[in-house]
Structures are given as C-alpha cells and as structure tokens.
C-alpha cells in the first residue's frame, strides 16, 4: 500500500479536506502497515558456554528464548538470520565474552555468511590478560539482496587458537524498503 496523506483543504475549516472519519481510517491504515513491516528480534545466551575450534570457522550457536517486538520473524532458533524483503536491510549486533587464551598475539575473526560466502568480516586481537573475560561485539548493516533473501546468513568465529565463549548475544532489527 501506498502513504496516505490526509488532505487538509485548500484553508483552514473551509470544508474541502478528508472527513474526520475517512481520514482516521487513513492513519490507521498507514500505522498497520508500518507495525508489519518493522520489529526487532534477539537471543540473549548466559547459561551455556561454547568450545571453538582454533584456525575453523566455528558456527555459533545459541540456546534460549528469542524475544521481540512486531512479530517479525527475522531469525531462527538456532540464530540463522533470515531476511523478510529484497531491498531491506538488517541491522546484526552480535557480541559475546571469551577467555583470552594462553600465549601471545592471539586474534579471532568473526564472519557473517550467507551461502558459503564472506558476507562481511572483522579480526579482533585479545587486549586483556591471559585466562581473563574480553569482551567483543560487532555490529553490521546487510542489505538483502537475491542471495541473502533465498540463504538467510549465520554467525561463525575462527579463532587462531582453541576457546570458549560465553554470554552470547545477537540482535536483528528490520529496516524496510517503502512500496
């Protein structure tokens, strides 16, 4: 559906605008089309820790209740991102705390993937001390395109070096493309 724009006359009470009852069918109308086609989702993980293979791509998963808002259904149990729309975008916060592992100069990459493919990418290098909780998260802005749309993407970490993470967290906010 198109915007509706409620017409408000040629000069103030002169009668030639909507009428009061088709123009409040207009904004109800445009409110129930903008509920459907936006909202948020996120799966929030505290209670189990994650192993991870070193120099793999390791897929994360998360156990746990999604929650959300507008009744979009954006991800999967399992946190497999699945976009809605060609032409929109998703918004994907993901972070979580990981144990800095022993030794030096230790990095991990975290991949978004859709189809097989590197989607979008970031390497982050331990700042904190060995066998203590650093904290990472990313954020991305994906456009839908044909691929993403018909493969959903998913989160995997490759670290250099075997460890575990914890406190995982993923978010996934719809933008939508107006008709």
């Given amino acids: 559906m198109a915007k509706q724009t409620i017409y408000l006359g040629a000069t103030a009470g002169d009668g030639t605008g909507t009428n009061l009852r088709s123009a409040g069918d207009m904004i109800n109308d445009n409110f129930t089309e903008l509920y459907g086609a936006t909202g948020w989702q996120a799966m929030v993980d505290t209670t189990n820790t994650q192993a991870l293979t070193g120099g793999v791509n390791n897929l994360i998963s998360f156990t746990g209740n999604l929650q959300e808002n507008g009744g979009l259904v954006l991800m999967d149990s399992n946190a497999k991102i699945t976009p809605i729309a060609l032409g929109d975008a998703i918004h994907v916060d993901f972070s979580f705390t990981v144990v800095v592992p022993s030794g030096t100069d230790h990095y991990l990459n975290i991949l978004f993937i859709v189809n097989g493919a590197i989607y979008r990418s970031n390497t982050f290098v331990y700042k904190k001390g060995v066998g203590t909780d650093d904290y990472i998260s990313v954020s991305y802005f994906l456009p839908v395109g044909a691929v993403f749309l018909a493969n959903g993407g998913e989160i995997y970490i490759n670290p250099d070096v075997a ?9 996934v906010i719809r933008t939508h493309k107006a008709i």
Wanted: charged letters at 20%; proline letters at 0%; aromatic letters at 12%.
């Fill in 163 to 171: 460890i575990t993470i914890k406190n995982r967290y993923v978010s």
